[in-house]
């Protein structure tokens, strides 16, 4: 106790005659409101994985990216964690009025579980190119020979096949961002960036001026 006017409430004692002891009796009172606040939002499942095949721990959907623009939120994801690495495919969950609904889906031609040809996805990484009105969805699709490539959307919810990046080396870790200052002289440039385990982790990138069409050389 402290010596001094003293004001007890439920759950919380104020000493109010000391600067200390007031600000820990503010702080209790801060605390308390805090802890018993409802909770503002509530956790939404906005995707499931359906896949079946044997090599990959089911009911699973990791190593997620998410980004946003206006009232769009585009998320990105490995889906059916194969053991070895990588995804039974690369996952996508999209809304287009700030979370209120979503919409998923699994990215074709990327992996043999949707008419692709590799093995897995891996290291999915969002961006959206302001410039041309694109969203893309930067993958490791991984098999024999690693490669990074984009899935190109306007709308975030229908997504073409993948467009390759880079099919050079034995690219891993791979990021994507795009320049969406208007006033930047790089504005609507995309920049892809990986590293290269052939090459001691080298840090590699590959740049795109049309909306992710077309890539320059790393």
Known sequence: ???????????????????????????????????????AFATVKI?????TNSISQHASEVEPDTYSFGSTIV??????RIFSG?????????????????TS????????????HFSAGSDASVAYDAKHGIWMINSLPIGNNNQI??????????WN??????????????WIVCDNTSTSK???NCYAEWDDTSLGDQMEMNVSNDGGLTWKPA
């Open 186 to 188: 790089f504005y609507g």
């Open 75 to 80: 998320s990105a994801f490995q889906v059916g």
């Open 47 to 51: 995707s499931t994985d359906t896949f």
């Open 86 to 102: 990588g995804g039974a495919d690369i996952g996508y969950a999209t809304s287009t009025d700030s979370s209120k609904t979503w």
């Open 149 to 158: 490539s984009v899935s190109r959307s306007t709308d975030g919810k229908t």
């Open 1 to 39: 106790m402290v010596a001094g006017s003293e004001s007890v409430t439920p759950g919380n004692i104020c000493t109010v005659s000391l600067a200390l002891p007031l600000l820990l009796c503010l702080w209790g009172i801060a605390a308390a409101q805090k802890t018993t606040a409802a909770p």
């Open 161 to 174: 096949n993948p467009v390759t990046v880079s099919s050079v080396g034995s690219p891993d870790k791979n």
């Open 105 to 116: 889906g699994f990215l074709l031609g990327i992996t043999v579980n949707k008419g692709g």
